[in-house]
């Protein structure tokens, strides 16, 4: 059975663990450096770094669950701000991850649909996300669920920089 809960303060490790994993699982064969993926993965996904964005009002965090086993989470910031996205009423989907083995279980669609629902019920009118180029599977991902390729992103890894490509829908 599939659930998806509102994260909360005492799901930081939960969400620490996952978050070090799944990064690792989707990203690592982009990372130029292994050294600057743990580096990344260190800073991003510490204890303390989880719980300063749990604790900021901005941020919204969701873990989905298979049987009772968190297997993925989402992170929403609200009204993000970026050049290419023209809305000022909008959520920015910072991370969406499942566990490798759980995703051909077909659950991104369901965490996806169930984000775009949070953000409607928050009266916000547009999703938008990043997504590395070079991330064939998740670019179709995304097109198929109806994101328009609007601009494009640095996103930094260790000082590195790698190009993204900015999606968004209006919802």
């Known amino acids: 059975m599939i659930k998806i809960k509102t994260a909360k303060e005492t799901d930081i490790g939960i969400l620490a663990l996952l978050g070090r994993i799944t990064y690792s699982e989707s ?5 130029d450096d292994q050294n600057d993926l743990s580096k990344y993965i260190d800073d991003a996904f510490s204890i303390s770094k989880i719980e300063q964005d749990i604790n ?3 941020n919204l965090f969701y873990i989905l669950y298979v049987d ?3 297997v993925g989470y989402v992170k929403l910031v609200l009204n993000a701000i970026h050049k290419s996205v023209v809305s000022q009423n909008n959520c920015r989907l910072e991370r969406i991850y499942i566990l490798n083995d759980f ?3 077909k659950i991104g669609q369901q965490l996806l ?10 009266q916000l009118d547009t999703i938008w996300l990043s997504v590395y180029m070079k991330n064939h599977r998740a ?3 995304y097109q198929r669920n109806e994101f328009k390729n609007v601009g494009e992103l640095n996103f ?3 000082g590195k920089e790698y190009e993204n490509i900015v999606f968004s829908k209006k919802i």
């Open 68 to 70: 009772d086993l968190p």
């Open 103 to 105: 995703i051909p279980l």
């Open 113 to 122: 649909t169930f984000v775009e629902d949070k953000a409607k019920a928050l």
């Open 56 to 58: 900021n009002p901005n």
């Open 156 to 158: 930094i890894v260790n």
């Open 27 to 31: 990203h690592s064969r982009f990372i």
């Open 139 to 141: 670019i179709r991902f």
